[in-house]
Protein backbone atom coordinates (compact mmCIF):
# COMPACT_ATOMS: atom_id res chain seq x y z
CA UNK A 1 0.00 0.00 0.00
CA UNK A 2 1.66 3.70 -1.48
CA UNK A 3 1.56 6.42 1.13
CA UNK A 4 -1.39 7.98 -0.89
CA UNK A 5 -3.72 4.97 -0.43
CA UNK A 6 -2.77 5.55 3.08
CA UNK A 7 -3.57 9.08 3.29
CA UNK A 8 -7.20 8.52 1.33
CA UNK A 9 -8.20 5.66 3.35
CA UNK A 10 -7.58 7.71 6.70
CA UNK A 11 -9.28 10.51 5.68
CA UNK A 12 -12.28 9.12 4.33
CA UNK A 13 -11.93 6.49 7.22
CA UNK A 14 -11.93 9.32 9.84
CA UNK A 15 -13.76 12.76 8.17
CA UNK A 16 -14.63 14.02 11.26
CA UNK A 17 -11.12 13.97 12.76
CA UNK A 18 -9.68 15.67 9.56
CA UNK A 19 -12.29 18.21 8.93
CA UNK A 20 -11.98 18.65 12.71
CA UNK A 21 -8.08 19.37 12.60
CA UNK A 22 -8.32 21.70 9.76
CA UNK A 23 -11.71 23.67 9.81
CA UNK A 24 -11.42 26.40 12.54
CA UNK A 25 -14.93 24.69 13.47
CA UNK A 26 -15.69 21.25 14.00
CA UNK A 27 -18.16 20.39 11.55
CA UNK A 28 -21.87 18.57 12.57
CA UNK A 29 -22.30 16.67 9.50
CA UNK A 30 -19.83 15.28 7.13
CA UNK A 31 -19.96 13.53 3.97
CA UNK A 32 -17.23 12.04 1.69
CA UNK A 33 -17.50 13.46 -1.56
CA UNK A 34 -16.41 11.38 -4.76
CA UNK A 35 -13.05 12.46 -5.77
CA UNK A 36 -13.12 12.96 -9.72
CA UNK A 37 -15.30 16.04 -10.63
CA UNK A 38 -16.91 15.39 -13.79
CA UNK A 39 -14.48 17.35 -15.48
CA UNK A 40 -10.80 15.56 -16.21
CA UNK A 41 -9.47 14.97 -13.14
CA UNK A 42 -6.68 16.93 -12.46
CA UNK A 43 -3.15 14.80 -11.20
CA UNK A 44 -2.52 15.16 -7.69
CA UNK A 45 -0.22 12.81 -5.12
CA UNK A 46 -3.88 12.38 -3.26
CA UNK A 47 -7.32 14.67 -3.21
CA UNK A 48 -10.26 14.08 -0.90
CA UNK A 49 -13.17 16.11 -0.86
CA UNK A 50 -15.39 15.92 2.51
CA UNK A 51 -18.72 18.14 2.40
CA UNK A 52 -19.99 19.62 5.74
CA UNK A 53 -23.30 21.13 6.40
CA UNK A 54 -22.03 24.65 4.67
CA UNK A 55 -18.75 23.57 3.12
CA UNK A 56 -16.31 21.87 1.19
CA UNK A 57 -13.09 20.52 2.83
CA UNK A 58 -10.58 20.13 -0.25
CA UNK A 59 -7.32 17.99 1.30
CA UNK A 60 -4.20 17.35 -0.67
CA UNK A 61 -1.41 15.67 0.35
CA UNK A 62 1.51 15.72 -1.56
CA UNK A 63 5.36 15.05 -1.03
CA UNK A 64 6.66 15.97 -4.67
CA UNK A 65 6.17 19.88 -4.79
CA UNK A 66 6.60 19.84 -8.51
CA UNK A 67 3.85 19.28 -10.33
CA UNK A 68 1.99 19.93 -14.03
CA UNK A 69 -0.01 22.03 -13.82
CA UNK A 70 1.84 23.50 -10.79
CA UNK A 71 0.32 23.28 -7.46
CA UNK A 72 -1.38 26.92 -6.96
CA UNK A 73 -2.91 26.68 -10.48
CA UNK A 74 -4.21 23.12 -9.67
CA UNK A 75 -5.64 25.11 -6.72
CA UNK A 76 -7.77 27.34 -8.01
CA UNK A 77 -9.18 25.11 -10.81
CA UNK A 78 -10.30 22.91 -8.26
CA UNK A 79 -11.48 25.71 -6.22
CA UNK A 80 -13.87 27.21 -9.42
CA UNK A 81 -14.74 23.30 -9.94
CA UNK A 82 -16.19 22.47 -6.33
CA UNK A 83 -18.08 26.01 -5.97
CA UNK A 84 -19.77 25.51 -9.25
CA UNK A 85 -20.56 22.24 -8.83
CA UNK A 86 -21.58 22.23 -4.71
CA UNK A 87 -22.05 26.49 -4.37
CA UNK A 88 -21.14 26.26 -1.39
CA UNK A 89 -17.55 27.63 -0.33
CA UNK A 90 -14.15 25.84 -0.02
CA UNK A 91 -11.26 25.68 2.15
CA UNK A 92 -8.48 24.14 0.55
CA UNK A 93 -5.46 22.76 2.66
CA UNK A 94 -2.52 21.35 0.68
CA UNK A 95 -0.68 18.94 3.20
CA UNK A 96 3.42 18.54 2.55
CA UNK A 97 4.44 15.27 3.85
CA UNK A 98 8.07 15.35 3.48
CA UNK A 99 10.57 18.39 4.36
CA UNK A 100 12.07 20.20 1.56
CA UNK A 101 13.11 23.45 0.89
CA UNK A 102 11.48 23.58 -2.25
CA UNK A 103 9.90 27.95 -3.06
CA UNK A 104 6.41 25.77 -3.78
CA UNK A 105 5.63 24.44 -0.17
CA UNK A 106 5.99 28.37 1.46
CA UNK A 107 3.47 29.12 -1.35
CA UNK A 108 -0.19 29.35 -0.02
CA UNK A 109 -1.49 31.63 -3.18
CA UNK A 110 -1.78 31.67 -7.47
CA UNK A 111 -1.60 34.86 -8.85
CA UNK A 112 -1.72 35.97 -12.24
CA UNK A 113 -2.23 39.52 -13.33
CA UNK A 114 -6.16 39.07 -13.08
CA UNK A 115 -6.46 36.33 -10.00
CA UNK A 116 -5.30 36.02 -6.48
CA UNK A 117 -6.57 32.85 -5.05
CA UNK A 118 -5.69 31.59 -1.64
CA UNK A 119 -5.14 28.50 0.06
CA UNK A 120 -3.67 26.60 3.08
CA UNK A 121 -0.75 24.75 3.70
CA UNK A 122 0.85 22.65 6.16
CA UNK A 123 4.20 21.32 6.51
CA UNK A 124 4.09 18.16 8.73
CA UNK A 125 7.84 18.65 9.78
CA UNK A 126 6.88 21.70 11.39
CA UNK A 127 3.65 20.50 13.37
CA UNK A 128 4.18 19.70 17.00
CA UNK A 129 3.90 16.22 17.22
CA UNK A 130 0.93 16.49 20.24
CA UNK A 131 -2.69 16.39 18.42
CA UNK A 132 -1.35 13.76 16.13
CA UNK A 133 0.08 11.79 19.06
CA UNK A 134 -3.25 11.76 20.73
CA UNK A 135 -5.54 11.33 18.05
CA UNK A 136 -6.25 7.60 16.52
CA UNK A 137 -6.87 9.26 13.16
CA UNK A 138 -3.93 11.09 12.80
CA UNK A 139 -1.58 9.17 14.66
CA UNK A 140 -0.36 7.52 11.36
CA UNK A 141 0.75 11.23 10.63
CA UNK A 142 3.19 11.69 13.99
CA UNK A 143 6.55 10.12 12.50
CA UNK A 144 6.48 13.40 10.27
CA UNK A 145 6.06 16.03 12.82
CA UNK A 146 8.52 18.36 14.11
CA UNK A 147 10.82 16.59 16.59
CA UNK A 148 14.65 16.89 18.32
CA UNK A 149 14.79 13.18 18.56
CA UNK A 150 13.01 10.87 15.96
CA UNK A 151 13.73 7.92 18.28
CA UNK A 152 11.68 9.46 21.27
CA UNK A 153 8.71 10.22 19.02
CA UNK A 154 8.85 6.78 17.34
CA UNK A 155 8.95 5.30 20.21
CA UNK A 156 5.47 7.17 21.20
CA UNK A 157 3.77 6.25 18.74
CA UNK A 158 4.38 2.72 19.37
CA UNK A 159 3.52 3.11 23.08
CA UNK A 160 -0.08 4.64 21.56
CA UNK A 161 -0.34 1.86 18.89
CA UNK A 162 0.33 -0.64 21.89
CA UNK A 163 -2.68 0.89 23.71
CA UNK A 164 -4.99 0.13 20.91
CA UNK A 165 -7.95 -1.85 22.17
CA UNK A 166 -9.20 -3.35 19.03
CA UNK A 167 -6.49 -5.31 17.28
CA UNK A 168 -7.89 -4.99 13.68
CA UNK A 169 -7.03 -1.43 14.16
CA UNK A 170 -4.10 -1.91 16.03
CA UNK A 171 -2.90 -3.52 13.17
CA UNK A 172 -4.27 -1.31 10.45
CA UNK A 173 -3.22 1.91 12.63
CA UNK A 174 0.62 0.33 12.89
CA UNK A 175 0.68 -0.35 9.16
CA UNK A 176 -0.71 2.91 8.02
CA UNK A 177 2.25 4.29 10.75
CA UNK A 178 4.57 2.79 9.20
CA UNK A 179 4.19 3.38 5.56
CA UNK A 180 4.14 6.76 6.35
CA UNK A 181 7.66 6.52 8.33
CA UNK A 182 8.68 5.71 5.30
CA UNK A 183 8.43 9.26 4.06
CA UNK A 184 10.48 10.92 6.76
Same mark, same amino acid.
Given at each position: ?13 ? @? ?37 ? %? ?13 ? @? ?18 ? @? ?38 ? @?????? %? ?11 ? %? ?10 ? %? ?24
Amino acid at each position: MSFDNVCKLLAEKY @PFDFAKWLLPQAPKTIKVLKTELSIEPIRADFVTFLQTE %NRILHIEFQTNPQSK @PPIPFRELDYSVRLIRTYQV @PVTQVVIFLQETNDPIVFTEEYVNETTRHRYRVIRMWEQE @PELFLN %NLALLPLAPLTQT %NSPQSLLSQIAN %NVAKIADRETKQDIAAYTEILAGLR
